[in-house]
Antibody
Framework: EVQLLESGGGLVQPGGSLRLSCEAS????????MNWVRQAPGKGLEWVSA????????FYADSVKGRFTVSRDTSKNTLFLQMSSLRAEDTAIYYC????????????????WGRGTLVTVSS | DIQMTQSPSTLSASVGDRVTITCRAS??????LAWYQQKPGKAPKLLIY???NLESGVPSRFSGSGSGTEFTLTISGLQPDDFATYYC?????????FGQGTKVEI
């Protein structure tokens, strides 16, 4: 059974940093691209970032480019999102999501999601 | 970025109804479209991909159609478990984008 478990969320001041983690199990982690998708309170879904199966290629939404860094540790089956220069508009539930397609590069849609971790940016 | 627009934003329906949600893309995305269902406090669930392909385990009352810029999600015979918010998402090109959501309520 595929499971994705996010952690690392919390309250952070504007301009601060936070690192999210997502522990994956139930599938061969390195065989799939992985993604972060966020949802502001009461709002819709926004794709944030993706990383290829090997971790070599990364992709970002314009809204986070230059501030967020996605990475993965395939030896630990863990996905990361390093967030810096955080803004109030980054407040959201952050979901880890598995790309559906078997392969190195992301296809861009998601068949398994974690339960999410809440990031609140406020002074 | 490709903009995705769903209509309606809210839909009132009853058990047994046939429900249709529309999603329009700001430019052609061929058939690179997915639909998700989200219930309050839960993560989204993949229903349909490549516009009309039903994800494994999803009831056959869900169907999708369309190509280019206009797409529809149809629920034939609404069940109590189907009251939720539905999102379309394009994956023609990064950055991948979602519609604003359609809430199906009683």
């Amino acid at each position: 059974e595929v499971q994705l478990l996010e952690s690392g969320g919390g309250l952070v001041q504007p301009g601060g940093s936070l690192r999210l983690s997502c522990e994956a199990s139930g599938f061969i982690f390195s065989n799939y691209a992985m993604n972060w998708v966020r949802q502001a309170p009461g709002k819709g879904l926004e794709w944030v970032s993706a990383v290829s199966g090997s971790g070599v290629s990364t992709f970002y939404a314009d809204s986070v480019k230059g501030r967020f860094t996605v990475s993965r540790d395939t030896s630990k089956n863990t996905l990361f999102l390093q967030m810096s220069s955080l803004r109030a508009e980054d407040t959201a539930i952050y979901y880890c999501a598995k790309d559906r397609r078997l392969g190195e590069l992301p296809e861009g849609f998601f068949d398994y999601w974690g339960r999410g971790t809440l990031v609140t940016v406020s002074s | 970025d490709i903009q995705m627009t769903q209509s309606p934003s809210t839909l009132s329906a009853s058990v047994g109804d046939r429900v249709t949600i529309t999603c329009r893309a700001s430019q052609s995305i061929s058939s690179w479209l997915a639909w998700y269902q989200q219930k309050p406090g839960k993560a989204p669930k993949l229903l349909i991909y490549k516009a009309s392909n039903l994800e494994s385990g999803v009831p056959s009352r869900f169907s999708g159609s369309g190509s280019g810029t206009e797409f529809t999600l149809t629920i034939s015979g609404l069940q109590p478990d189907d009251f939720a918010t539905y999102y379309c998402q394009q994956y023609q090109m990064s950055s991948w984008t979602f519609g604003q959501g359609t809430k199906v309520e009683i």
